[in-house]
Nanobody
Framework: VQLQASGGGLVQAGGSLRLSCAAP????????LRWYRQAPGKEREWVAA???????NYADSVKGRFAISRNRAKKTLYLQMDSLEPEDTAVYYC?????????WGQGTQVTVSS
């Protein structure tokens, strides 16, 4: 089972992108939804998270600029990214935590030019 992430692209600094992550119908018992990113030469880092009951947290580096949300009916996770900075350039991954383990997306590239 793999999540389908999309929405990445090339944008100028200060611009916006909206990432989407669709979960197949076979994914059940969602406990939490998260976004991670991995910049070239760096380790994967956590960006944002939403629990099943709606508690949201962000990494300090994106707080106030990024917003995580979900559409329960469509089983889709979103990441609205505003005021993008070159330091946000990375491959972004979605992750869904279930009682049966974690499910990952294939990643979508976000490139922010200065």
């Amino acid at each position: 089972v793999q999540l389908q992430a999309s929405g990445g692209g090339l944008v100028q600094a200060g611009g916006s992108l909206r990432l989407s992550c669709a979960a197949p119908g076979s994914v059940i018992g969602i406990k939490a939804l998260r976004w991670y990113r991995q910049a070239p030469g760096k380790e994967r880092e956590w960006v944002a998270a939403m629990t099943a009951c709606g508690i949201i947290n962000y990494a300090d580096s994106v707080k106030g600029r990024f917003a995580i949300s979900r559409n329960r009916a469509k089983k889709t996770l979103y990441l609205q990214m505003d005021s993008l900075e070159p330091e946000d350039t990375a491959v972004y991954y979605c992750n869904i935590e279930t009682p049966y383990g974690g499910v990952w997306g294939q990643g979508t590239q976000v490139t922010v030019s200065s």
